[in-house]
T-cell receptor, first 110, second 111 residues
Framework: QKEVEQNSGPLSVPEGAIASLNCTYSDRGSQSFFWYRQYSGKSPELIMFIYSNGDKEDGRFTAQLNKASQYVSLLIRDSQPSDSATYLC??????????FGAGTQVVVTP | EADIYQTPRYLVIGTGKKITLECSQT?????MYWYQQDPGMELHLIHY???????EKGDLSSESTVSRIRTEHFPLTLESARPSHTSQYLC??????????FGEGSWLTVV
């Protein structure tokens, strides 16, 4: 079992709709959670981070963390074609080690 | 914006050649990383460093080596390149909060 799991996709989302991405992790002591976006041929860039249970909003992006259920999600509202990318979930575990998920590919269709 | 730089960006070399991929950051971060990523595939950690004179192998076995003589510099070396080393190599560093910043990557092709 991988320490950080994501559905590989592709997740096809109509333009203007909400994209919902999920990530589960195995280390119950994990404290820090990150979402990165990676365009094809480019390096990952940070979208947002979340440390506490609940929701955190930044523009069209909302990160949701549920430590009891060991999942973190990312919602993208009003999806645009420019949101088409691979989204990587990253978790810092209880030993301070950063682990990336394999990523979910999102395709926003006009 | 992250200040982390990788050179060369693109490199095509022959089998058996020695190469060094350079990585420098100006943010004063103690933690630095090298990831390997094939197109469309997931990131694999191959080396990391938590400070000067500290280097560790990552999750993916790699024939490359690294050094960390200065905080800002974390070069990766392949003593004898092979076609199986063809890939993208991403250097990264992280701040105290754990946020990781990536360089633009070095695309290596071994022919």
């Amino acid at each position: 079992q991988k320490e950080v799991e994501q559905n590989s996709g592709p997740l096809s989302v109509p333009e203007g709709a909400i994209a919902s991405l999920n990530c589960t992790y195995s280390d119950r002591g994990s404290q820090s959670f990150f979402w990165y976006r990676q365009y094809s041929g480019k390096s990952p860039e940070l979208i947002m981070f979340i440390y506490s249970n609940g929701d955190k909003e930044d523009g069209r992006f909302t990160a949701q963390l549920n430590k009891a259920s060991q999942y973190v999600s990312l919602l993208i509202r009003d999806s645009q074609p420019s949101d088409s990318a691979t989204y990587l979930c990253a978790v810092i575990g209880s030993w301070g080690k950063l682990q990336f998920g394999a990523g979910t590919q999102v395709v926003v269709t006009p | 914006e992250a200040d982390i730089y990788q050179t060369p960006r693109y490199l095509v070399i022959g089998t058996g050649k020695k190469i060094t991929l350079e990585c420098s950051q100006t943010m004063g971060h103690d933690k630095m990383y090298w990831y390997q990523q094939d197109p469309g595939m997931e990131l694999h950690l191959i080396h990391y460093s938590y400070g000067v004179n500290s280097t560790e192998k990552g999750d993916l076995s790699s024939e490359s080596t690294v050094s960390r003589i200065r905080t800002e510099h974390f070069p990766l070396t392949l003593e004898s390149a092979r076609p199986s080393h063809t890939s993208q190599y991403l250097c990264a560093s992280s701040d105290g909060g754990g946020t990781i910043y990536f360089g633009e990557g070095s695309w290596l092709t071994v022919v």
